[in-house]
């Protein structure tokens, strides 16, 4: 079975990320960039899916400028066979990838695809849901365990009340939270052996996909900073400033 | 706090801007090779040092080496720290290939090296012991002894040792008694005591591969009768696993100042197996080809440790709140300013930075010169390269480890108080980086080394390989319009250095001790003059690159501000040192054994 897994070059998440003084966004020159944490962790499940034997082939795809296929050579430094990069400079928003992912998943017909739950720059939770429906695939989000047997796999999702394990048939979407499992690091051998795995360069255009933008982004702030606090004299004074001041009793 | 992330922007400059690596990737070997696989290694190594060394480092620390019959157990961690280290390749980064090396280059291998000293001295020490000694086997050992032994300490199964200490000798190895007797079957019987060996004894690697040094029977007095010999703890099998023990025993270990994580052995050998390497009475001399490398492994120890004592003091200097900037309040809404906002901090924190920087530059310029050693192919260039390592080893060595431990105390001194006492960790960087200063030969020794041997050799060519593009450079760019005033304090230094290194060579050829006397503070003058070179080069690659530099330009504005405040607060220290060098022997001879 061939195991495709979408991962995204994100601002890396030590990185104290700092917005642009127009609004248009978050600053990104000169900005240290990595693979999503998120999608780290899905291409380590769909490596150890290989080892274990349950999958024959394991393909990373990334989206957007040229730099993503650094972040394709990670995945393929950790255990990943080859890579498909859809290279575009035009901002892409969850639809257009899942459009794009579409695509390639029909072109490579994938057993499962793992992908990040969400991706920490903009949090979206969007894309891995969008291709399942595109795709008519049944979903296993949130994954914390998955379990392949035969045609179906059993995904342990971690949702508000505790766990709850679905059963989906294959080919699915599988989307990976936290605790799924630990990626590994990469052995030095296999970072050389990246350099010489091959990485296939695509257009959207080349895809038959338009990637405009749908949503328009009006302004990015940050977040306001916090008031210094106010040491009160009384019970009777913190009530009275809860109701004239804070007003939420 | 113990705190460190890889100054991998920094190491990209050196690798790539600074000494271009595309110079190396264009020779044999630098064909599989490029940039971005170099920056993907630093990457990686970057991970494993601060996520799997550094939470070990205070603990090591603390808990030390255990030592119960003859077994030395590493501190908790230090095993599957290593197991990590050594699955995931990096024992075999810069080895050759055809014993399944990584055979990256040697610039790329100091970075990493940088790392996990910054991180974790003492861990780094057991890898970094087996590379040595698999430089002197790769270089002098017969094609049976490489085929046995090599592929498994690169990929890090056995580790290696190198034993030339003995209690009564340890910089004049000439009196050295360990014995090796030749037996009919081509071995040899070692015995012997060997003291303050790194690694001779540990729980990490399933064998121990010692390089011993010895005498045979009937061989000269002095340094001219000895053997190098390889001793493994275990004999292999023919299959190449541990077999039957070797007769070798650690007898204790040594409690140290600081790297207590790191097991220093006291071995005795008695009628162990061992096999001679390279040719009988020349060990001395097939140890020596691998000190270039080991000397700047030293020394970057001294470079790791400043990068781990500046950040430390940034992130403290950072958050410590007392009293107010001398401009008036900069933080009012905090009940005080961080102590960044005085200058006195700064001028620690920078002093620490420029050296840090400078020295980091000068490594790579070094271990360039170790790559073109190995992979040029003209014979010339070859001969450049190994002239340039050879006079700057012992400057590297020495300056960078005195830089260390100072720049470890600078950094303590921003801490106050709470620098020495434990909690912070801080005081572990003091007592990790003195070691430095005092092993693979005191950093006296390295600086006779350089006013004995190194200025003299091949009638002052080596010394030319340096001197020649310092005084270009400075030719060149003495009234460039961006870094003019940064090159004319060069070339005050350089101009200082020149008229010591006159005045040595005169006095010295009559009067040994009159260079003896101006060694120390000769290769000090060196250093900081070689530190004032990289950093003005330093500078015009960023004043160039500044305009176009977009996400890039804070990066190249703090290069610039650093190399003035180097040129401006720490060169001068150069100038003072010339009337001390030009004072001769006099004062320190004048007086008589007995008023000491």
Redesign the interface.
């Known amino acids: 079975m061939k195991l495709l897994v979408p991962v995204k070059r994100v601002v890396d998440y030590?990185v104290k990320v700092r917005v642009r003084a127009d609004g248009s966004g978050v600053?990104?020159?000169?900005?240290?960039m990595s693979m999503n944490p998120f999608d780290e962790i899905a291409v380590e499940e769909a490596v150890r899916l290989k080892e274990k034997g349950v999958a024959s082939e394991v393909v990373a795809v990334s989206l957007g400028v040229a730099a993503c296929g650094?972040t394709i050579?990670?995945a393929l430094?950790m255990g990943a066979d080859r890579g498909i990069l859809v290279e575009t400079d035009a901002e892409l928003q969850p639809l257009a990838v899942a459009k794009l992912l579409r695509a390639i998943a029909e072109r490579e017909k994938p057993g499962l695809i793992i992908l990040g739950k969400q991706a920490i720059d903009d949090d979206m939770n969007a894309t891995g849901q969008m291709l399942a429906a595109l795709l008519g695939w049944p979903q296993g989000t949130f994954a914390s365990k998955v379990e392949i047997a035969g045609e179906t796999i059993a995904v342990t999702r971690e949702i508000d009340g505790g766990l709850e394990t679905v059963s989906l048939s294959l080919p699915a979407i599988v989307t990976t939270d936290l605790r799924l499992n630990e990626p590994r690091?990469?052995?030095?051998?296999?970072?050389?052996k990246?350099?010489?795995k091959p990485i296939e360069t695509l257009t959207p255009a080349a895809l038959g996909v338009d990637p405009a933008p749908r949503l328009a982004l009006v302004t990015v702030v940050e977040p306001a900073k916090r008031q210094?606090g106010k040491k009160v004299g009384s019970v009777a004074e913190l009530v009275a400033k809860l109701k004239t001041e804070a007003k939420v009793i | 706090m113990q705190t460190y992330k890889a100054p991998l922007r920094d190491m990209r400059f050196v690798l790539h801007e600074l000494h271009d690596s595309r110079r190396i990737l264009a020779l044999p070997g630098g064909e599989e090779l490029s940039p971005e696989l170099m920056d993907s290694v630093l990457e990686e190594a970057a991970k494993i040092s601060e996520e799997v060394l550094l939470p070990l480092n205070a603990s090591g620390d603390e808990e030390g080496c255990h030592y119960e019959n003859g077994v030395v157990r590493t501190p908790k961690g230090f095993k599957a720290a290593y197991d990590l280290f050594r699955d995931a390749g990096w024992t075999s980064l810069a080895c050759d290939p055809a014993y399944g090396g990584q055979g990256l280059p040697e610039i790329v291998n100091k970075l990493v090296e940088e790392m996990s000293c910054a991180t974790n001295l003492a861990f780094g020490l057991y890898p970094g012991l087996t590379h040595g000694a698999y430089l002197a086997l790769r270089d002098h050992g017969s094609e049976e002894l490489k085929a046995r032994f090599l592929p498994k300490m690169v990929d890090g199964t056995w580790s290696g040792t190198m034993c030339l200490t003995e209690a009564h000798c340890g910089t004049d190895l000439g009196q050295l008694r360990t014995r090796a007797v030749p037996q009919p079957d081509g071995s040899y019987r070692v015995s012997g005591a060997k003291i303050f060996i790194s690694a001779g004894e540990h729980d990490l690697t399933e064998n121990i591969v010692h390089l011993v040094l010895a005498r045979m029977p009937d061989a000269p007095a002095g340094v001219r009768g000895i053997s190098l010999f390889l001793v493994p703890k275990f004999l292999p099998t023919t299959e190449g696993a541990p077999g039957a023990r070797n007769g070798v025993v650690c007898t204790a270990i040594e409690h140290k100042m600081g790297i207590r994580a790191s097991a220093t052995c006291q071995l005795t050998f008695e009628d162990a197996t061992g096999w001679l390497v390279g040719a009988p009475n020349k060990g001395l001399a097939a140890m020596f080809t691998m000190m270039n490398s080991e000397r700047l492994s030293v020394g970057i120890q001294g470079l790791g440790i400043a990068e781990a004592a500046y950040q430390s003091a940034v992130a403290y200097a950072k958050e410590r709140l007392q009293g107010r900037s001398l401009a008036g309040a900069k933080r009012p809404d905090l009940a005080a300013d961080p102590i960044i906002v005085h200058p006195d901090i700064r001028r620690t924190l920078l002093t620490i930075r420029a050296y840090a920087e400078g020295c980091r530059a000068l490594a790579g310029w070094v271990a360039q010169a170790l790559d073109l050693m190995e992979r040029e192919s003209d014979p010339a260039a070859r001969e450049a390269a190994e002239d340039f390592t050879a006079l700057m080893t012992p400057v590297v060595k020495a300056l960078f480890t005195d830089i260390g431990f100072e720049t470890a105390s600078l950094g303590m001194q921003v801490y106050g108080g709470h620098g020495y006492i434990r909690d912070h960790g801080v005081e572990q960087f003091v007592r990790d980086a003195r070691i430095a200063m005092l092993y693979e030969g005191t950093n006296g020794v390295q600086a006779l080394d350089l006013v004995g041997r190194k200025l003299p050799a091949h009638a002052g060519r080596s010394l030319r390989r340096f001197f020649h593009p310092v005084a270009a450079f400075i030719e060149a760019k003495k009234d460039d319009a961006a870094i003019g005033p940064l090159v004319q304090a060069l070339a005050k230094g350089f101009g200082a250095l020149q008229l010591a290194t006159a005045h040595i060579a005169e006095r010295g050829q009559r009067d040994a001790e009159e260079a003896g006397a101006a060694a120390t503070e000769y290769l000090r003058l060196f250093g900081l003059v070689a530190l004032g070179f990289m950093w003005a080069r330093s500078a015009e690659i960023a004043a160039a690159k500044l305009p176009a530099a977009n996400g890039d330009a804070g990066f190249y504005r703090t290069k610039l501000a650093t190399a003035r405040f180097y040129m401006e607060r720490i060169l001068p220290n150069a100038f003072a040192l010339l009337p001390a060098i030009k004072s001769g022997k006099a004062a320190m001879m004048a007086l008589d054994e007995a008023d000491f």
């Open positions: 030590n600053e990104t020159a000169g900005v240290k650094e050579r990670t430094a690091y990469a052995s030095l051998p296999n970072i050389m990246a350099r010489k210094a």
